[in-house]
């Protein structure tokens, strides 16, 4: 399926997106959007319906303003505000049932080193009566008389909503030693009355999902380095262990994804294959069904199981892009109109479980168009626009993304995704308009993780409309891409992963696409660490780099225990790491050849260098450790730290002041200016 076309005109108004001019009419070039426009918090940032699709609640704010929740009734559509903070903002929040809302707080206004309280825990009916706290906000060593009846600070919603058909929720209680996560009890709320009651769980139990009534059903638990799946009899409400098998390393075993309306439990699995699938779980077997239920070609699965009250609806799952399969042929045909109004954009429809109106929920993206929420009247075909991430985004000026693969020089075929700028023309075409253009190498983080997938990304379209290429490879180590990509990879930071960066780098400069004298690394995390080696391995491809919040020393992720604690657990650190990583002392060698820090020296290319002065993933010792080895020979780099912020910048102000030194660092360096 091919997702990459080009954006049509506007077939309804609420949608107020620019059409595309013909080049013969194309306007002067204007001035690219501003950093703002890509990096503000947006004023909608979530929507749900009610269970009956009656209601719409919606996360909103205006600029500069608080986030709050607020109903809108869809007969009248009348507006309440139903929950809002005069010192934070609304957090998650999702419907209880028919009537009633639970919601928690965050705050968008303070970094990582400045947040010192919990989410809390907060229930109001759509109407806005019958507000009630049920736990704490704050975490207390003393409880005051007026606390004695809310659960503690620790206390968290479930990400998974339950029957939504009374009072009652079910929440979480994560209990740690230090970093390390112990366990986590699972507690019966009444949203009304504030009582809770505690169910008896699996030792070391981590998570938990709901059946099709609402009950917990599974509980995964972690003990030493493997994970194990138990299941909770219904009768007599004991837990057996289903199934235990290696939590980091091994290629068996399964994900528990959901249950289905008549009780069928449905969970990923690999089942000897390389790729993982949807698969059936037979409790009387005590075993998962040879038969997948959905198999995705060239992917893993990774997706969500779509039901109502009363049928399983559909799956949907992650391609090259975001898709539904769906099962139910009228949502087959109610997909079918939606897509024929919006025939360039991936659209997601979200039903109520139990609806009593025609309303569903839509959200619409594509590689050009950031996410739009819109809903749709099924009786009467018409739309209504709920909001928007990124507002001030004109799709026009976006760039065209594609999946592309290359070889890299053992013979692996590497994915990646490429965007070009809007005036160099489709990249989906193969016949590029730009040729020779500036071009980022932008390495995603984790490394364990799936780098991209199709759609509008904000840090890509800033880059691509300042006039870059960008090049986003999936390295060998990355997930979604099958056991074995993702096997190749371990132990090969600075190795055969970095080599698969470059052979990237080396295919666009083959292919017409890069400017060999302007290419510049950049990334964060593990991308960080990787622009730092690739600087290292490969001086004569990258004239710059760029690395924020990177790893700068492998034997500091292991032992780093400076001013800030490294929030990767022990026992990460001991079963997990050693084999995805390596082990400190057996691979001390290739350590020390491979970290950054011991290679300072030979970076002598430009360098951007940003670090948070509270994370905690790579603390901030990493960063500065480095600037000083790479400054005392190579006095081209900059530095710059933001106290407040943790893995990531959390602030507007900071998003705002990077990408501007980001800017300003690329423009210098292989900006357009620099062609000859």
């Given at each position: 399926?091919?997702?990459?076309?080009?954006?049509?005109l506007p077939?309804?108004?609420?949608?107020?997106l620019?059409a595309?001019?013909?080049?013969?009419?194309?306007?002067?070039?204007?001035p690219?959007?501003?950093v703002e426009?890509?990096?503000?918090?947006?004023?909608?940032?979530?929507?749900e319906?009610?269970?009956?699709?009656?209601?719409?609640?919606?996360?909103?704010?205006?600029?500069?303003?608080?986030?709050?929740?607020?109903?809108v009734?869809?007969?009248?559509?009348?507006?309440?505000?139903?929950?809002?903070?005069?010192?934070?903002?609304?957090?998650?929040?999702?419907w209880?049932n028919?009537?009633?809302?639970?919601?928690?707080?965050?705050?968008?206004?303070?970094?990582?080193?400045?947040?010192?309280?919990?989410p809390?825990?907060?229930?109001?009916?759509?109407?806005?009566?019958?507000?009630?706290?049920?736990?704490?906000?704050?975490?207390?060593?003393?409880?005051?008389?007026?606390?004695?009846?809310?659960?503690?600070w620790?206390?968290?919603?479930?990400?998974?909503?339950?029957?939504?058909?009374?009072?009652?929720?079910?929440?979480?209680?994560?209990?740690?030693?230090?970093?390390?996560?112990?366990?986590?009890?699972?507690?019966?709320?009444?949203?009304?009355?504030?009582?809770?009651?505690?169910?008896?769980?699996?030792?070391?139990?981590?998570?938990?999902?709901?059946?099709?009534?609402?009950?917990?059903?599974?509980?995964?638990?972690?003990?030493?380095?493997?994970?194990?799946?138990?299941?909770?009899?219904?009768?007599?409400?004991?837990?057996r262990?289903?199934?235990?098998?290696?939590?980091?390393?091994?290629?068996?075993g399964?994900?528990?994804?959901?249950?289905?309306?008549?009780?069928?439990?449905?969970?990923e699995?690999?089942?000897?294959?390389?790729?993982?699938?949807?698969?059936?779980?037979?409790f009387?077997?005590?075993?998962v069904e040879?038969?997948?239920?959905?198999?995705?070609?060239?992917?893993?699965?990774?997706?969500?199981?779509?039901?109502?009250?009363?049928?399983?609806?559909g799956?949907?799952?992650?391609?090259?892009?975001?898709?539904?399969?769906?099962?139910?042929?009228?949502m087959?045909?109610?997909?079918a109109?939606?897509?024929?109004?919006?025939?360039?954009?991936?659209?997601?429809?979200?039903?109520?479980?139990?609806?009593?109106?025609?309303?569903?929920?839509?959200?619409?993206?594509?590689?050009?168009?950031?996410?739009?929420?819109l809903?749709?009247?099924?009786?009467?075909?018409?739309?209504?626009?709920?909001?928007?991430?990124h507002?001030?985004?004109?799709?026009?000026?976006?760039?065209?993304?594609?999946?592309v693969?290359?070889k890299?020089?053992d013979?692996?075929?590497?994915?990646?995704?490429?965007?070009?700028?809007?005036?160099?023309?489709?990249?989906?075409?193969?016949?590029?308009?730009?040729?020779?253009?500036?071009?980022?190498?932008?390495?995603?983080?984790?490394?364990?993780?799936?780098?991209?997938?199709?759609?509008?990304?904000?840090?890509?379209?800033?880059?691509?409309?300042?006039?870059?290429?960008?090049?986003?490879?999936?390295?060998?180590?990355?997930?979604?891409?099958?056991?074995?990509?993702f096997?190749?990879?371990?132990?090969?930071?600075?190795?055969?992963?970095?080599?698969?960066?470059?052979?990237?780098?080396?295919?666009?400069?083959?292919g017409?696409?890069?400017?060999?004298?302007?290419?510049?690394?950049?990334?964060?995390?593990?991308?960080?660490y990787?622009?730092?080696?690739?600087?290292?391995?490969?001086?004569?491809?990258?004239?710059?780099?760029?690395?924020?919040?990177?790893v700068?020393?492998?034997?500091?992720?292991?032992?780093g225990?400076?001013?800030?604690t490294?929030?990767?657990?022990?026992?990460?650190?001991?079963?997990?790491?050693?084999?995805?990583?390596?082990?400190?002392?057996?691979?001390?060698?290739?350590?020390?050849?491979?970290?950054?820090l011991?290679?300072?020296?030979?970076?002598t290319?430009?360098l951007?260098?940003?670090?948070?002065?509270?994370?905690?993933?790579?603390?901030?010792?990493?960063?500065?450790?480095?600037?000083?080895?790479?400054?005392?020979?190579?006095?081209?780099?900059e530095?710059?730290?933001?106290?407040?912020?943790?893995?990531?910048?959390?602030?507007?102000?900071?998003?705002?002041?990077?990408?501007?030194?980001?800017?300003?660092?690329?423009?210098?360096?292989?900006?357009?200016?620099?062609?000859?």
């Amino acid at each position: 399926m091919r997702l990459c076309r080009r954006l049509a005109l506007p077939l309804f108004a609420c949608l107020a997106l620019l059409a595309i001019p013909p080049a013969s009419q194309a306007a002067p070039a204007a001035p690219p959007p501003a950093v703002e426009a890509f990096f503000d918090n947006p004023t909608f940032s979530g929507a749900e319906l009610s269970p009956d699709a009656r209601h719409l609640a919606v996360r909103t704010s205006q600029p500069g303003g608080r986030d709050l929740l607020a109903v809108v009734d869809l007969a009248t559509m009348a507006i309440k505000v139903v929950g809002n903070f005069g010192d934070a903002d609304v957090g998650a929040f999702y419907w209880v049932n028919n009537d009633r809302l639970v919601f928690t707080s965050a705050d968008k206004q303070l970094g990582a080193a400045d947040i010192d309280f919990a989410p809390g825990l907060y229930a109001v009916n759509r109407d806005g009566s019958a507000f009630r706290q049920l736990a704490e906000r704050r975490g207390s060593f003393v409880r005051t008389p007026s606390m004695r009846d809310l659960l503690p600070w620790n206390t968290y919603m479930m990400r998974q909503r339950g029957a939504q058909a009374g009072d009652s929720i079910y929440v979480v209680n994560p209990h740690f030693r230090g970093n390390e996560l112990l366990d986590v009890d699972l507690l019966r709320l009444n949203t009304v009355t504030g009582r809770s009651s505690p169910v008896k769980r699996p030792r070391n139990a981590r998570g938990y999902l709901l059946d099709n009534t609402g009950e917990p059903r599974i509980a995964t638990a972690v003990e030493d380095g493997d994970e194990q799946v138990w299941y909770r009899d219904p009768q007599s409400d004991a837990w057996r262990k289903l199934a235990q098998f290696p939590r980091y390393a091994g290629s068996g075993g399964f994900r528990p994804a959901a249950f289905g309306p008549d009780g069928t439990l449905y969970v990923e699995a690999r089942m000897s294959a390389d790729k993982s699938a949807l698969y059936r779980y037979d409790f009387a077997s005590n075993a998962v069904e040879p038969k997948p239920l959905l198999r995705v070609a060239g992917y893993d699965f990774d997706g969500a199981v779509l039901t109502s009250a009363d049928k399983l609806l559909g799956v949907r799952v992650k391609t090259d892009a975001s898709t539904t399969e769906w099962f139910d042929p009228a949502m087959k045909a109610l997909q079918a109109r939606i897509d024929a109004r919006l025939p360039n954009t991936v659209n997601l429809i979200s039903v109520a479980p139990r609806a009593q109106t025609p309303w569903v929920l839509v959200q619409s993206h594509s590689d050009v168009q950031p996410r739009v929420t819109l809903l749709f009247n099924s009786a009467t075909d018409t739309f209504n626009k709920v909001g928007d991430s990124h507002g001030k985004i004109d799709p026009a000026r976006m760039g065209r993304q594609d999946l592309v693969h290359y070889k890299a020089r053992d013979g692996r075929m590497i994915p990646a995704w490429l965007t070009l700028p809007k005036e160099a023309g489709d990249s989906g075409t193969g016949n590029h308009a730009g040729k020779n253009l500036p071009m980022v190498v932008l390495v995603h983080g984790g490394p364990y993780t799936r780098g991209a997938s199709w759609g509008w990304d904000a840090e890509v379209q800033f880059l691509a409309s300042r006039g870059y290429a960008v090049l986003q490879p999936e390295f060998r180590g990355s997930t979604g891409f099958g056991f074995d990509h993702f096997r190749a990879g371990w132990k090969q930071w600075g190795l055969a992963m970095q080599n698969d960066i470059a052979d990237g780098t080396r295919w666009a400069i083959a292919g017409g696409v890069a400017d060999p004298k302007r290419i510049c690394i950049a990334g964060a995390s593990y991308g960080g660490y990787a622009t730092l080696m690739g600087l290292v391995n490969d001086p004569d491809l990258y004239r710059c780099g760029v690395d924020w919040v990177g790893v700068t020393d492998i034997d500091l992720l292991f032992t780093g225990h400076w001013s800030f604690t490294s929030d990767l657990s022990d026992s990460y650190k001991q079963y997990g790491m050693p084999v995805l990583i390596g082990d400190p002392k057996a691979d001390h060698a290739q350590f020390k050849a491979t970290s950054p820090l011991a290679q300072a020296a030979r970076i002598t290319q430009p360098l951007l260098l940003a670090y948070g002065g509270a994370d905690r993933r790579v603390p901030v010792y990493h960063g500065k450790k480095f600037y000083a080895a790479v400054k005392a020979t190579n006095p081209d780099v900059e530095y710059v730290q933001y106290d407040e912020e943790g893995h990531g910048w959390a602030l507007p102000k900071n998003r705002f002041d990077f990408w501007r030194r980001v800017e300003r660092f690329l423009d210098k360096n292989i900006g357009a200016q620099r062609a000859q």
